[in-house]
């Protein structure tokens, strides 16, 4: 059954990486939505190289100005995916979107989704970024406002981003609320869906047997001073070591850090 699945995943990778390719070549739009929506499924360490290369790609244009063409959302997510990946990007291409008096144009408040997108992007801020920091009280205070207006989808996504930001989210944790958003977008891709409810099964059964090892450990007997740590340890592991293939580290490293605390 798991060998089978596995194949499944494989057959899914491969189509998704050729749509990943497709994009890359005609839209940047399409491509930052792709990639955006790879990376919040979880399934983005299936395509490390690819993504980094779209990226380094999308980074290059801020050097012949295109940078600053778009909408709010396509910006704001543009600068958020830079950001996640290390670059540093210029917060100043939000300028565009202030008026005469240095505020944040009033229009935008009926830009739901462009609004949720610099909302996410402020969380990026660094030290001294005054408009990233105005950016995220202007967002703030207006999604509160409007959150109940709003659709079910696009209301179960400002809530979520008011309790916990994509920045301060656990991905593995993330995973199942975002593919219950995801599969109800009218333009969500079926392929990659696919792929991130196959893969989430997977790695959940992962994590059972993480589980199952660690009970055969029985440290609650052997190390009792390190039982009300365990859990935490993992949790600590699963944030660092994202990638699931890395199970072996998530477990050395969760026993030492559960030990090595007491």
């Not at 600590?236 to 994202?242: D, L, S």
Request: hydrophobic share 40%.
């Amino acid at each position: 059954m798991r060998a089978c699945k596995e194949e499944q995943v494989e057959d899914l990778k491969t189509e998704v990486r050729r749509k990943l390719m497709v994009v890359t070549a005609s839209s940047p739009s399409q491509l930052l939505n792709f990639i955006d929506a790879v990376q919040r499924l979880g399934v983005a360490y299936h395509f490390e190289g690819e993504i980094k290369e779209a990226l380094q790609q999308i980074y290059g244009t801020f050097h012949d100005g295109s940078a600053m063409d778009g909408d709010l959302y396509n910006i704001a997510l543009r600068f958020r995916l830079l950001r996640q990946q290390g670059y540093n990007i210029s917060c100043e291409i939000f300028d565009k979107f202030k008026d005469e008096k240095g505020g944040f144009k009033e229009t935008l408040i009926l830009d739901v989704q462009g609004m949720l997108g610099l909302y996410e992007a402020s969380q990026f801020r660094v030290h001294g970024e005054d408009i990233l920091e105005e950016a995220l009280a202007f967002t703030t205070t207006h999604l509160k406002a409007t959150v109940e207006s709003l659709r079910y989808t696009l209301t179960e996504q400002v809530s979520h981003a008011m309790k916990r930001p994509i920045r301060k989210g656990l991905e593995r944790l993330e995973v199942r609320w975002y593919l219950s958003i995801y599969q109800d977008e009218a333009s969500h891709d079926e392929t990659l869906l696919k792929l991130a409810k196959l893969d989430f099964n997977l790695v959940q059964s992962l994590h059972k047997e993480e589980r199952a090892i660690f009970q055969e450990l029985d440290f609650a007997t052997k190390l009792p001073f390190a039982r009300d740590r365990l859990m935490i340890s993992m949790m600590h592991m699963v944030r660092y070591y994202r990638s699931p293939s890395r199970i072996h580290e998530t477990l050395l490293y969760g026993t030492l850090g559960c030990v090595q605390r007491n």
